[in-house]
């Protein structure tokens, strides 16, 4: 039985065999509902990473000790500074968490999306992304307008927010794959996806320029405020704009509609309440896919970890300088990303590559040029700028596996495309535990030798993975991803 990935192997002519003009005339320009559609889940997954990172720019502001440390609460701290300290409203309230808290509550965030990233995923399959999507996203923003409250009550309560904030957000993240099953044609389903998850950058951009600037004019709570309220306004977009199919929306085109439903034709979109677990366990494919998502999270999550401190005691950046070159770096991430998504997609639509070779180029690409700049990184020891320029381009290239390896299982199994993003959000967040630890150990072993380490380390654990994924790599729809076999564990 043949799905969308098989007509993407096949180079994606079906969709212009029966009409020939509703392909060329839809798949042009970026003025549809497909592509608005997209535009509003990147919207969704800018104000999700802003909501998930924005107790770690706060959390400065929130500990420092510009407040007597007789002050055991944020109420006494903002009526001593009210009344008698001197200085912006940044410095108002101020807890007094030792560093191991500290740790735990960044930490508790990411234990809620790890518990429920397989039944998260699960559940994109059951329940209509629409309402996952708005509910989970809704929930997110107003526990981030609860976080200053939940703050002063105290550390118990600020940690079980985020654990529920958490578990929302990885809904949001499993869920909108699904969306994507119905809404984006073979030919446009690279740049689609890629654009929409490319808000995960445009976030980290914008909380690196505002978050501090924000804390020193208007004070920590603000970004909880801010962040909070334009998640509440995505989500009043959310509900009325979006449809879980292009059949049922009002405001589309008959043209597009068309297009979009005769691309997918060929594409199964059953759901599923059984899962082929032993399937999936046995198979090659998918786990070069999960292996290949746990070796190239290690350095970006290491990077994203320890960068501000490698510019400030290695390279002698000064605070300022070191936000502005990590904001310059997703900045460049995020063009990078949806440039490969539009080229994946020409090379595709051209028919001048197979969608595997696409998957492979891509993902080669990009962790080839990122291992080459990192081993050039642990030998550069003269020029600033030149160590500066390697650190940006062992990062950069990264963005071009997303229209590598890291869509593939919407090509070897999208009828768990949910699912399956779920369990790749488990590999790498286990990257993300266990790369800083280690380059943690490293460091405090010796200072020089320890991040040379580090990056020969992250080089060869990220070639090991494009090995790994260039050998057992596939682009057709597995035989366990398909209707007639449904294995239950």
């Known amino acids: 039985m043949s799905t969308g990935a098989d007509a993407m192997a096949a180079g994606g002519d079906r969709s212009g065999d029966a009409d020939g003009h509703v392909t060329s005339a839809s798949s042009k320009g970026f003025c549809s ?23 770690s720019i706060t959390m400065p ?34 807890y007094n968490w030792d560093p191991d808290i500290q740790g735990v509550i960044l930490s508790a965030l990411n234990y809620g999306s790890f518990l429920t990233s397989l039944p998260g995923g699960y559940l994109a399959g059951l329940v209509a992304a629409k309402y996952s999507i708005g509910t989970a996203l809704c929930v ?71 978050g501090g600037f924000l804390c020193e004019t208007l004070g920590w709570p603000s970004v909880f405020y801010i962040s909070g309220g334009i998640g509440c306004a995505c989500v009043c977009l959310w509900f009325p704009l979006v449809y879980d199919d ?65 510019l400030h005691s290695v390279l002698a950046v000064d605070l300022k300088d070191s936000g502005f070159l990590s904001a310059l770096v997703m900045a460049a991430i995020f063009v990078c990303s949806n ?42 020891s003269g020029s600033r700028g030149i160590t500066i320029a390697f650190l940006m381009l062992s990062l950069v290239p990264c963005s071009f596996c ?38 943690g150990f490293f460091i405090s072993q010796d200072a020089e030798s320890g991040w040379r380490n580090t990056f020969l380390l992250s080089a060869a654990i990220n070639l090991l993975g494009l090995v790994i994924f260039l050998i057992f790599s596939r682009a057709d729809v597995q035989e366990w991803a398909k209707d007639q076999m449904v294995t239950r564990l």
């Open 33 to 55: 509902v497909r592509h608005g559609l997209a535009l509003i889940i990147q919207f969704c997954n800018f104000t999700m990473y802003v909501q998930n990172v924005n107790l």
């Open 61 to 94: 502001a929130m500990v420092n000790g510009s407040v007597p440390p007789c002050l055991a609460n944020a109420s006494d701290a903002r009526d001593a500074c009210n009344g008698t300290l001197p200085g912006p409203r940044a410095a108002e309230p101020v």
């Open 140 to 210: 997110s923003s107003v526990l981030s307008l609860l976080t200053p409250c939940a703050a002063d009550a105290g550390v118990a309560l600020l940690i079980v927010l985020r654990i529920v904030q958490g578990m929302a957000q990885i809904i949001v993240v499993t869920s909108q794959y699904e969306v994507w099953l119905k809404w984006a044609p073979p030919l446009e389903r690279n740049q689609l996806i890629i654009f929409s998850i490319s808000g995960t950058p445009l976030g980290a951009f914008s909380v690196l320029l505002a």
């Open 246 to 310: 292009p059949e049922h929306h009002p405001f589309i085109s008959a043209r597009e509609r068309d297009y979009i439903v005769h691309s997918l034709a060929q594409q199964e979109c059953v759901p599923y309440r059984s899962l082929p677990i032993k399937a999936m366990m046995k198979s090659l494919p998918l786990w070069s896919i999960l292996v290949c998502h746990f070796t190239m999270w290690w350095y970006f999550s290491m990077m994203g970890v320890y960068l501000p401190t490698y």
């Open 339 to 380: 440039l490969g998504g539009v080229l994946a997609d020409a090379l595709l639509s051209r028919k001048v590559l197979r969608i595997l070779v696409i998957r492979r180029l891509f993902t080669a690409v990009g962790v080839l040029a990122s291992s080459l700049f990192t081993v050039l990184l642990s030998w550069a």
């Open 402 to 439: 997303h229209a590598g390896a890291f869509v593939n299982f919407m090509d070897i199994a999208p009828r768990y495309s949910g699912f399956l993003k779920g369990l790749s959000q488990i590999f790498t967040n286990l990257s993300a535990v266990i790369a800083p630890t280690v380059c």
